[in-house]
């Protein structure tokens, strides 16, 4: 498949009172035409960092992206652009879903406006083409009375139709890429459904490209082609979504898989919980980030980072539990006993 965006050796660090964070760490993916990547990590693992470096978002300072990084839209580099030259990018060619609908709308704004502000700017549409377009947008994303709702603010519309309106704005200008930083935030489990299933729904319309960035494995599991895991800045584990779900090879991706709840289980009890915090990144630790909250730690996870080991084509996990000399640990049996 054909690369539309890659990202190389991205490192972010924010500096602050206390010192230097290093909140991603040397983290390189790409993403292919028409497909949907799923980043999952905990809450600080550098995901919505990663995105928002991705579209050049973040203020610097306090934030910094180091020389070393990459990133690189249909082999153009992004990261070197001055930010005029990034504008037509930004909203037209890669466009981001935020992560909380309450607070991302314009509250002193109509929607229908919101929405036809990237047209204008980006499609060079007169006002009336824009709000016609806006209404379409509107009606694209299965919000009744598109031609009303058009006209009122984000507090007349409900989570569910704000998120709504998120997404319509991001896709206003068909976007190659579309960034979802945790799109179903806040809203109720039925409503998470309904957006899920629309931006699914959008992507094969538009031939979009996804990146979708979640703390919930569950959220992903009918969406994503491939999975990424992150924690502590760093991806840890990439594959297919069979191979995620079904051969999870790292530690802290089984832990994830263990606390979604599952219909299945034939037993009933308290919810798997991770125990530890994650490391701090003003001084990360020198070998495994992980190695701290990992059962099955060994002398080299505390002395050395893991390297990345290829199981497939696909799938790559950096683990010293996975190295040739390494002591076996069946991960399908740690599984089988929490019911997953």
């Known amino acids: 498949m054909e690369k539309i965006l890659e990202v190389k050796n991205l490192n972010v660090s924010f500096h602050t009172y206390a010192g230097e964070v290093k909140a991603v760490r040397n983290v390189s993916f790409h ?4 497909e949907t990547l799923a980043i999952v990590g905990e809450s600080g693992c550098g995901k919505s960092v990663t995105s928002k470096a991705i579209m050049r ?6 934030a910094e992206i180091k020389e070393t990084s990459s990133v690189l839209f249909e082999g153009k580099e992004l990261l070197t652009l001055s930010e005029k030259e990034m504008r037509p990018y930004r909203g037209s060619e890669i466009s981001m879903i935020f992560q909380d609908p309450m607070t991302s709308l314009n509250p002193t704004m109509q929607v229908g406006k919101q929405i036809a ?11 009336k083409e824009a709000m016609d377009e806006a209404i379409k947008m509107l009606k694209l994303v299965n919000v009744p009375n598109a031609e009303k709702r058009v006209k009122q603010y984000p507090h007349e519309f409900s989570g569910g139709m704000r998120q709504r309106a998120m997404i319509a704005i991001a896709l206003a200008c068909s976007p190659k890429v579309l960034i979802a930083d945790e799109p179903t935030t806040a809203l109720d489990v039925t409503i998470q459904a309904q957006i899920m299933d629309l931006i699914g729904d959008l992507q094969k319309k538009l031939g979009t490209a996804v990146i979708l960035v979640t703390h919930d494995l569950g959220v992903v599991a009918d969406v994503a082609d491939r999975i990424q895991v992150m924690y502590a800045g760093e991806v840890i584990e990439r594959g297919t979504i069979n191979e995620i779900f079904y051969n999870p090879q790292h530690p802290y991706t089984v832990a994830l898989l263990q606390s979604v709840p599952r219909l299945d289980t034939e037993h009933k009890g308290s919810l798997y919980a991770l125990g530890g915090t994650p490391p701090d990144l003003i001084a990360p630790p020198k070998g495994c980030g992980f190695a701290a909250r990992c059962k099955h730690c060994m ?3 505390r002395e050395l980072p893991p390297t990345a080991e290829s199981l497939t084509d696909t799938h790559e996990v950096a683990c010293w539990l996975r190295h040739p000399y390494a002591p076996k640990v069946d991960v399908a ?8």
């Open 31 to 34: 993403l292919n035409k028409g």
């Open 333 to 340: 049996e740690a599984l089988k006993k929490v019911g997953v």
């Open 299 to 301: 002398k080299i996870c």
């Open 57 to 62: 978002l973040l203020s610097t300072p306090p």
């Open 117 to 127: 502000e990237s047209l204008i700017i980006h499609r060079g549409m007169k006002k």
